[in-house]
């Protein structure tokens, strides 16, 4: 059809989002989007919407790949072994080369914006996490596997914190050596298992 321009949407999306994670919802340009996407201003903001909404289609994108690896690990034959699989898979991720530093979710947070929208959908998305860790936790806790008198929110609140404070210390330039040291640590933290309790089978 004449006059239509077709284009890749998640790639656009997905250039866009790696953008903002990079420079920030206040330092990325409308131009530099463009140069990013690969559009131009009017074909971005027809198929987007403004910068913001645009902003805020790319946390969401963000936030449903974030989410799947956190619940697909934490629903492991333990939930040691599911939470060591999940803080160690983000030190991985975050080695990847090209890769931007931190986590954009926590990064919308911690950074003072032009778009409250955008920090208030990051700081639900967390939000989520906080109540996956606690789904996580509430199950182990019914198979024996942590003891009956558990905090499974407190426990949920403690390693929902590490695992944004592992994005913070990567934005902030940290060795791999110290991420790890704090997932070790805060995996030393849980709860012993129940006396008798069985692990469940894979």
Partial sequence: MVGVIRFDRDAALDAAMRLFWAKGFDATSVQM??????????SLYNAFGDKEALFLAALRRYAKKAAAPVSATLEGASIEDGL???????????????????????????????????????????GGMEAGFASAFETAKAKGALP???DTRALARFFSAVAQSLGLLHRAGAERAALEDVARTALGALPPRAPGARLPQS
């Fill in 33 to 42: 989007l463009e140069e990013a996407t690969g559009l131009g201003r009017g």
């Fill in 84 to 126: 060591r699989r999940l803080l160690t898979g983000m030190i991985a991720r975050m080695d990847e080369p090209g890769r931007p530093k931190g986590c954009l979710l926590v990064n919308s947070c911690a950074a003072a914006s032009g778009s409250p929208e955008g920090a208030r959908f990051a700081a639900a998305a967390l």
């Fill in 148 to 150: 009956g008198d558990a």
